[in-house]
């Protein structure tokens, strides 16, 4: 009888990984603003709190308009990129494409404080914008990774036989490639819309004090008596984040299923 | 015997580099109307960079390609009279099979039910009547070979281009894509360009055969002219097997070459039928291949000459058995090819046996 | 469609196509990536003014004191000390640096077996499932789960809690605001960036290779240390660095967990760039933090390469 070590071991992992996330619904719950056992009760009252407070709604909703136009913007730059980067052969590529990517590597406090300097100094005022400025940024290399096995999954010869069959360039690229790639994009956009809504260090410095949702709860964990909301909050992020992650993978495998190619599994 | 059918396409001296190496070294020929052509070779010879010329996926680098008689060079692959099957078949994934061989109508001006009929006819016609609903993705491999063809036919080319079509497909299905090839192309009566590296492939399907090596025509033939007089030693190895002998050239008279060849003696051969090749300095070389001379078994008698020699080496093969045997007079063996009729004995290694062989069946390289 | 019909070679210049179509995007990364950081480059070289920075070359936001320029265009009698002169900034320094090292080195250590376990010992239609598991808890709010953290391990946290009510303890442990905390918390923060890259390694790795390896008479175990180990090492690199680099800079972490009692270098350059307002002696640390990130991520990768050829 073999004892299933290599098992166990990533089991326990796994539970070191989960610890965090399973506790926050359960003090969510809780009917105290201490976050210790025993518990207290059950409560729905932290819910109730998130629900009617006014400046998490205005933050939610800067969130989502900054998340929205940040996964936009990536997924269009990122797809520019992956396609310049797999259709053609140049010089240049290496270089740019390591610039491009170079957030992936960077701390991101230096690439924030590098671009808030820069900002103030050309004049640019602090807002939303330049959050999303930001955000682009550090989500593009994510877009542009999952575009890349996108378009490097296209066998090329789909591309010539319909040239071959009388398409042009462009109708080429919207008959063929778009809807080959699209559940890529989809995945990029949902992938990039995810990492946005969660940033915070961004968030914090190039933002004029709107409220965001990261800068918002890191605001909140400062003062004890608020912390059950956030516990109620964040049931409710992890909730969504599992949702939106479910869907990018449904549509990955989707992308995989449709142009043949074996599942190699997971994100980046 | 062909060369009354107008021209389809016309290479003059094509050269094609990309950056320094050089991929197509002056090609210069032409493909007849109707006609099933190969281009032949080992992998890396030019033979699918001069195809993807035809079909306007290459620039050349200078160099002229006709097509019906008109210039290509300005013409994208969009607007050309050919289509291609691609050796992966290419066959859009997302698309059903009647999408795909649709794929090309999309600026038909015909009514919709016509095209859907044309589709029909399309599918009819390479044998898959009932499968245009299918996802494409379903298909076998033979079937998505099958599509490729249909989606390329029912654009009605002058030219299909075929770029390694039968090469992921097996043995058996294979075979029998190579006899259906045959007979769409008589059906539909358009010239089919073939690309292979097969050389049992090009010569049971093709009307002429271009054989290439590093860029150039070796030798453009019909397949039984290539496999009877191959122009170099180069393409006699590559199709099918061939056994030299060394050889000193005698005399050249009246149409008779007299020659000195190492294990045979002193031959005439004929200057027209039987000679090959330009005159180079290096000497000259007799080729022929392991059918036609036959071993003699007992009692057995030539039909024309007979040299004695050593079974060196006996591999069996069912219906055949090659013999490798040293001439006497030689000093590398020469490969044999005996049937095994009924009654037939096989050799052991170490026989002494009479090799039966006839000057007609020599071909001189020179 | 209104495609060219004169061109001479239908696919035109590889380099012209490619060029234009990642320009969009390479501008915009030139523009807010590459400009800043040269910006950041240039300020540390420069004069404090203060609000501004004064364009006067000098070295001294790195070696020696300086002074800043007021606005009567005087040199401040008071001066700071450079960035590698300040015994300050080089214990932050060499705080961030050890902090992450040992994040690196628990993460990769803790990942590795994980790694090994799914790419070897779980099902191939399972894979997909246990990856998606694992890369969960990455995918939610990383400032709550830093502060899950907190909760867990403060004084009268989940742990100590549920320790004291069970009558294991009496008094609360201390495990808050330690640089044990900050390890576990950043261990935990950056798990799947350190499990996927070795995954795909060991996924890369051809099992023939392995029976190869057992058929030659070396054990499991052997086999483990002489082929298995050696061809995951790009797994490992790439891990190692996707880890290290973002930890020197975690900004985050030592807020929430180490109380703000433990800084780190990135708690500095915001405290030069933001409250102190000054932006040359903020830039040269920033700039000091890339080189040191640089230089042991490029010390690294030279020892690997020498360790891999050895085993060759």
Redesign the interface.
């Known amino acids: 009888m073999k004892i299933p070590v290599l098992r166990i071991y990533t089991l326990g992992y796994l539970l070191f990984l989960y610890c965090p996330i399973v506790i926050l619904p359960i003090f969510a719950f809780n009917d105290s603003t201490a976050l210790a056992f025993p518990l207290q009760g059950f409560t729905t009252q932290w819910f109730h709190n998130v629900w009617n407070d006014a400046v998490l709604a205005k933050a939610l909703k800067n969130s989502l308009l900054v998340a929205g136009a940040t996964a936009v913007l990536s997924t269009i730059f990122g797809t520019l990129a992956a396609r310049a980067n797999t259709r053609y052969q140049f010089k240049a590529a290496a270089p740019l494409m390591g610039l491009i990517m170079l957030p992936m590597v960077l701390p991101e406090i230096i690439m924030a404080m590098a671009l808030l300097v820069v900002l103030l100094s050309v004049g640019i005022p602090l807002s939303l914008f330049t959050i999303i400025l930001g955000h682009v940024l550090v989500c593009t290399p994510f877009a542009v990774a999952i575009l890349t096995s996108a378009f490097q999954s296209l066998d090329k010869s789909l591309e010539e036989a319909a040239y071959d069959l009388g398409e042009g360039p462009f109708s080429t690229f919207r008959l063929i490639i778009l809807p080959l790639v699209m559940p890529g994009i989809i995945s990029a956009m949902l992938i990039c819309f995810t990492i946005s809504l969660d940033e915070f260090i961004v968030a914090n410095f190039l933002g004029s004090g709107e409220p965001l949702l990261s800068t918002f709860i890191y605001g909140q964990l400062r003062s004890p008596k608020n912390v059950p909301n956030i516990m109620a909050l964040g049931t409710i992020l992890v909730g969504v984040s599992v949702i939106l992650l479910a869907l990018a993978e449904f549509f990955r495998r989707r992308g995989l299923a449709r142009t043949g190619v074996k599942d190699s599994g997971g994100f980046l | 015997m062909t060369s009354d059918k107008p021209t389809m396409i016309e290479f003059q001296d094509v050269q094609k580099y990309y950056g320094d190496y050089h991929a197509l070294r002056g090609i210069s020929a032409t493909i007849q109307a109707g006609e099933f052509f190969s281009l032949l070779g080992p992998s890396g010879c030019g033979k699918t960079t001069l195809l993807r010329t035809i079909a306007g996926f290459e620039g050349i680098s200078s160099g002229v390609v006709l097509i019906d008689g008109k210039d290509v060079a300005a013409v994208p692959p969009n607007q050309r009279p050919t289509n291609m099957v691609f050796q992966s078949y290419a066959i859009f994934p997302h698309l059903t099979v009647a999408q795909n061989v649709g794929f090309g109508l999309r600026k038909d001006p015909r009514s919709a039910a016509d095209k859907a009929r044309a589709v029909d006819e399309a599918l009819a016609m390479v044998g898959l009547s009932g499968y245009g609903g299918r996802a494409a993705n379903a298909l076998s491999g033979g079937q998505r070979q099958r599509v490729a063809l249909a989606r390329a036919l029912i654009l009605k080319p002058k030219v299909l281009l075929l770029d390694e079509p039968l090469s992921a497909l097996d043995k058996k299905l294979r075979e029998n894509m190579q006899v259906e090839l045959i007979r769409l192309q008589r059906q539909v009566g358009i010239t089919f360009i073939l690309v292979t590296h097969d050389q049992e492939e090009a010569l049971v399907m093709s009307d002429r055969i271009a054989v290439m090596f590093e860029g150039q025509i070796a030798q453009l033939d019909s397949p039984e002219r290539l496999y009877r007089l191959p122009k170099t030693r180069a393409v006699a190895n590559f199709i099918g097997t061939m056994n030299f002998l060394s050889a000193n050239i005698l005399s050249e008279a009246a149409g008779l070459v007299e020659v000195d060849v190492q294990g045979f003696g002193r031959l005439q051969l004929d200057a027209q039928k039987q000679v090959t090749g330009s005159p180079s300095a290096n000497g000259a070389t007799i080729g022929f291949r392991p059918e036609t001379a036959t071993l003699l078994f007992d009692g057995q008698q030539p039909s024309d000459r007979e040299t004695m020699a050593t079974v060196e080496e006996v591999v069996y093969y069912g219906d055949m058995t090659y013999y490798d045997v040293l001439l006497d007079g030689t000093s590398a063996p020469v490969r044999l090819s005996m049937r095994n009729v009924f009654g037939r004995p096989v050799l052991d290694i170490g026989t002494r046996t009479r090799v039966g062989w006839s000057p007609g069946a020599l071909v001189l390289f020179r | ?3 060219p ?7 035109g210049s ?2 012209a ?3 234009a ?2 320009s ?3 501008v ?3 523009l ?6 040269a ?2 480059l240039v ?1 540390s070289v420069m004069t404090d003014g203060y609000l501004t ?1 004064i364009p006067r070359f000098q070295l001294c936001n790195y070696i020696g004191e300086c002074h800043s320029q007021l606005a009567d265009g005087t040199m401040a009698p008071e001066g700071y000390l450079g960035a590698w002169s300040d015994p300050i900034v080089r214990t932050l320094m060499a705080r961030s640096l050890i902090v992450s090292m040992l994040v690196t080195a628990a993460t990769v250590l ?2 590795y ?2 790694a ?3 790419s070897f ?1 779980v099902e191939a239609s399972r ?2 499932l246990w ?7 990455f ?7 830093v ?3 907190n ?2 391990i403060s004084r ?3 742990i ?3 320790l004291e ?1 069970l009558h294991i303890i009496s008094d609360p442990l201390q495990m808050s605001f330690t640089i044990q905390a900050m390890v576990i918390t950043l261990a ?1 923060a950056y ?2 960036f350190a499990i ?1 890259p070795i ?2 390694a060991l ?1 890369k790795i051809d099992r023939s290779l392995l029976e190869a390896g057992q058929d030659l008479g070396e054990t499991r175990f052997a086999t483990f240390l002489r082929v298995t180990l050696p061809l995951s090492m790009t797994g490992v690199i790439a891990a190692v ?2 880890v290290f ?2 930890t ?5 972490t030592p807020n ?1 967990i180490g109380g703000g009692k433990i800084p780190m270098i ?1 708690n500095m ?2 405290k030069q ?2 409250k102190a307002d000054n ?1 040359t002696l ?2 040269a640390i ?1 700039v000091t ?2 080189l040191v ?1 640089g230089l042991v991520s490029v010390v690294f990768l030279l020892l690997n390469r020498r360790y891999l050829k050895g085993q060759k």
């Open positions: 469609m209104s495609e019909l004169n061109r001479p070679r239908f696919w590889q380099a196509s490619g060029l179509l990642i969009p995007t390479a915009f990364a030139i807010l990536l590459a400009a800043p950081l910006a950041t300020y920075v803790l990942a077996p994980v090994y376990f799914v010992n894979k997909p990856l998606f598991m694992i890369t969960i808890p995918w939610t709010s990383y400032v709550i789960r502060f899950m953290w909760v867990m009268t946290g989940v100590n809690s549920a009510g935990h798990a799947p996927l995954y795909v996924e660095l996707i680099i973002p020197i800079g975690d900004y985050v929430l990135a350059i915001e760039m933001l932006r903020g830039s920033a933090a890339m990130v």
